[in-house]
Structures are given as structure tokens and as C-alpha cells.
């Protein structure tokens, strides 16, 4: 036997049948295939360095690093050395919409506002 452990798996996915494990058949509204950058506006959040003058996300801005306070204050001290990899928005000072992608009534209010917001999908399933 010349690899055991992959023909292992493969048995196992043999034994294994697809009536114990449905896939959910949803309709999704990307093809989660192809990559293309969305399109949104440009706007200014609280940065590290400059609070009050913000830093620029969204639109045609490069992605930027965002952390936490608590992980930010365990780095702080080697910043200086960190270079295009070191934090530029604090997460708690962004006023960042936490959105859980299943709350459709959250998610038609966020659509229905006028002004951009900064949001993510809430992680705590």
C-alpha cells in the first residue's frame, strides 16, 4: 500500500453517505466561484493614528489591517517596525455594524439607509 492514510480517507468518504449529511439548497446572490470586487462607497473610520481625521475604506482603497483593542495593545510596543502590515483602525473605535447575514429585516434596514456604513458578519455562531 503506497499511501495509506490517503486511501483511508477515501474509504471512509466511500462509507459515508449523502442522506446522513443534506446540503442545504440555497440560493445565494453571488456566484461563490468568481471573484469580483463589490462595489461600494469610500468612507473615513477612526484611526490608529489619526482619530479624528480617519482613515479611508471601501471603494477604490486598499484593504486595511483592523484589529482589536485588546490585540492592539499587545503590539503596540513594535508598531513603529510593522510596516504595511501594521493596524490602521482600532475595531471597537470604527463604530463597525455587526450584521448576522441570516436577520433579512437588519439587513433590508441597512440597505434602505442613505449613508454608508461599515459593517461585518457577526461571527458568534
Not at 486511501?7 to 442545504?24: C, G
Not at 445565494?28 to 470586487?37: I, K
Not at 455587526?98 to 461571527?123: C, G, M, S, Y
Amino acid at each position: 500500500m503506497r499511501f495509506p492514510v490517503a486511501k483511508a480517507l477515501v474509504e471512509n468518504i466511500k462509507k459515508t453517505s449523502n442522506a446522513q449529511h443534506p446540503t442545504i439548497n440555497a440560493q445565494l446572490s453571488f456566484d461563490p466561484y468568481s471573484y469580483q470586487r463589490r462595489a461600494t462607497d469610500t468612507i473615513a473610520v477612526a484611526g490608529v493614528d489619526d482619530p479624528g481625521r480617519g482613515v479611508r475604506v471601501g471603494g477604490a482603497e486598499l484593504i486595511r489591517v483592523v484589529v482589536r483593542r485588546a490585540n492592539f495593545d499587545k503590539i503596540a510596543h513594535k508598531i513603529d517596525k510593522m510596516g504595511d502590515y501594521k493596524p490602521e483602525i482600532i475595531y471597537e473605535n470604527a463604530r463597525i455594524q455587526e450584521v448576522d447575514p441570516h436577520d433579512e429585516d437588519t439587513i433590508a434596514k441597512l440597505n434602505a439607509e442613505r449613508a454608508t456604513q461599515f459593517v461585518t458578519v457577526r461571527d458568534d455562531r
